[in-house]
T-cell receptor, first 113, second 112 residues
Framework: ETGVTQSPTHLIKTRGQQVTLRCSSQ?????VSWYQQALGQGPQFIFQ???????GRGNFPPRFSGLQFPNYSSELNVNALELDDSALYLC????????????FGSGTRLTVV | SQQGEEDPQALSIQEGENATMNCSYK?????LQWYRQNSGRGLVHLIL?????REKHSGRLRVTLDTSKKSSSLLITASRAADTASYFC????????????FGKGTKLTVNP
């Protein structure tokens, strides 16, 4: 049974650029959620995808967008990067409803300069 | 938004001692989950307690939930240096669009 895999592990981008982060969900899981964790803070929910459609969204602007593919993997895209977007981005997979908990990946550390 | 509030923010104990962390939240929930995070990497799911449960055990972990007080506690017994990490409570709120709402965490240090 494979866990959640995220790529890349680290990334440095310039303000105004665009970035794509990738996530492969755990085998058997059909739902993927994305979280942003600033330094010293708890993770904040960005959005969730189920059956390739957005299934809930947190308080993030539209420049944060995502995709889920038929194999349940997912991408997080961020346009027009700002310095405050620097954070650890975590992907979590689960069964729909998340009532048995979530499996998190190791995250992508994004630095915007 | 961050619904959960862990207490204390930091805790330092000796190996073999018990560690207790508390979590308070604001809205009605479906369940509450505890996660561990080592050195700013991925979170590891520890235990999930449903809103109709009051106590749950898993190995050296004991979690309680009091929905009337909107609070939970995580007890780690006989702590080890390897338990050093940040611990987060996360609530699955009823209704709304957010799926899992985290607090700011408790940083636990277990000294050998």
């Amino acid at each position: 049974e494979t866990g959640v895999t995220q790529s890349p592990t680290h990334l440095i981008k310039t303000r105004g650029q665009q970035v794509t982060l990738r996530c492969s969900s755990q085998s058997g899981h059909n739902t993927v959620s994305w979280y942003q964790q600033a330094l010293g803070q708890g993770p904040q929910f960005i959005f969730q995808y189920y059956r390739e459609e957005e299934n809930g969204r947190g308080n993030f602007p539209p420049r944060f967008s995502g995709l889920q593919f038929p194999n349940y993997s997912s991408e997080l895209n961020v346009n027009a990067l700002e310095l405050d977007d620097s954070a650890l981005y975590l992907c979590a997979s689960s069964l729909v409803g998340g009532t048995y908990g979530y499996t998190f990946g190791s995250g992508t550390r994004l630095t915007v300069v | 938004s961050q619904q959960g509030e862990e207490d204390p923010q930091a805790l330092s104990i000796q190996e073999g001692e018990n560690a207790t962390m508390n979590c308070s939240y604001k809205t009605s929930i479906n369940n509450l989950q505890w996660y561990r995070q080592n050195s700013g990497r991925g979170l590891v799911h520890l235990i999930l307690i449903r809103s109709n449960e009051r106590e749950k055990h898993s190995g050296r972990l004991r979690v309680t939930l009091d929905t009337s007080k909107k609070s939970s506690s995580l007890l780690i017994t006989a702590s080890r240096a390897a338990d050093t990490a940040s611990y987060f409570c996360a609530t699955d709120p009823q209704g709304g669009s957010e799926k899992l709402v985290f607090g700011k965490g408790t940083k636990l240090t277990v000294n050998p």
